[in-house]
Nanobody
């Protein structure tokens, strides 16, 4: 059974930092790209960042470029999203998702497996 479990969300002030984790099980980690998505109340889900299988490439949405960093620890089957300089508009439920193969992008329809999400709240 494939499981993706997010953690690390919480309440932080504007300008603060959080690191989210996505722990994967039930997949051969090296065969999958991992993406981070978020959904704010009343808004559509949007892609935030993704990392290719083998961690050779990364991609960021313009809204987070320069502030967020995605990385992976293959030994731990875990992908991280380091979020710095947080803004109130970053408030959302953050989800990680996995897609098998060489896809590197933020179109959610490509992703096969999803976690349950972790809430990030940035206060002004």
């Amino acid at each position: 059974e494939v499981q993706l479990v997010e953690s690390g969300g919480g309440l932080v002030q504007t300008g603060g930092s959080l690191r989210l984790s996505c722990a994967a099980s039930g997949i051969t980690f090296d065969d999958y790209a991992i993406g981070w998505f978020r959904q704010a109340p009343g808004k559509e889900r949007e892609g935030v960042s993704c990392i290719s299988r083998g961690a050779g490439s990364t991609y960021y949405a313009n809204s987070v470029k320069g502030r967020f960093t995605i990385s992976s620890d293959n030994a731990k089957n875990t992908v991280y999203l380091q979020m710095n300089s947080l803004k109130p508009e970053d408030t959302a439920v953050y989800y990680c998702a996995a897609v098998r193969g060489d896809y590197l992008g933020l179109s959610s329809t490509w992703y096969n497996y999803w976690g349950q999400g972790t809430l990030v709240t940035v206060s002004s």
